[in-house]
C-alpha cells in the first residue's frame, strides 16, 4: 500500500506561481514514476506532467511547456510540481499519481484555483 499527500494548492492570481508537493509514503525506490494530473469540472482527467525515477526523464503535456517544472526528491520521496505564469484554464483540481512495483497509486488531489 502507498498512500500520496498532496499539498501546495491554492488561490492564486493569473500570471502567479505555485508549487505542488506530493509525498509517498513508501521509498521513492519502490516507485518507477510519478505524474500529476488535472480535472477541471465537466472535463476529463489529464496527464500534465511525468518524471522517470531512475533517471529523470520528463514529459509534459503541450499547454504546460515552459511554464511547469515537474521534480523529485529521492531522499523525501517526495515528487514537486512548480507552476509558473498560471492562467484561469490551469483551475482544476490536480492529482498526484505514482506508478509503482505493486500497481498505480492516486492521491485525493489538491485545488488550485486561478483568477484573471
Known amino acids: 500500500q502507498v498512500q500520496l499527500v498532496e499539498s501546495g494548492g491554492g488561490l492564486v492570481q493569473a500570471g502567479g506561481s505555485l508549487r505542488l508537493s506530493c509525498a509517498a509514503s513508501?521509498?521513492?525506490?519502490?516507485?518507477?514514476?510519478m505524474g500529476w494530473y488535472r480535472q477541471a469540472p465537466g472535463n476529463q482527467r489529464e496527464l500534465v506532467a511525468l518524471?522517470?525515477?531512475?533517471?529523470?526523464?520528463?514529459n509534459y503535456a503541450d499547454s504546460v511547456k515552459g511554464r511547469f517544472i515537474i521534480s523529485r526528491d529521492n531522499a523525501k520521496s517526495t515528487a514537486y510540481l512548480q507552476m509558473n505564469s498560471l492562467k484561469p484554464e490551469d483551475t482544476a483540481v490536480y492529482y498526484c499519481?505514482?506508478?509503482?512495483?505493486?500497481?498505480?497509486?492516486w492521491g485525493k488531489g489538491t485545488l488550485v484555483t486561478v483568477s484573471s
Open positions: 518524471i522517470i525515477i531512475n533517471g529523470g526523464i520528463t
Open positions: 499519481k505514482a506508478e509503482t512495483r505493486w500497481g498505480p497509486y
Open positions: 513508501q521509498s521513492i525506490f519502490n516507485i518507477n514514476a
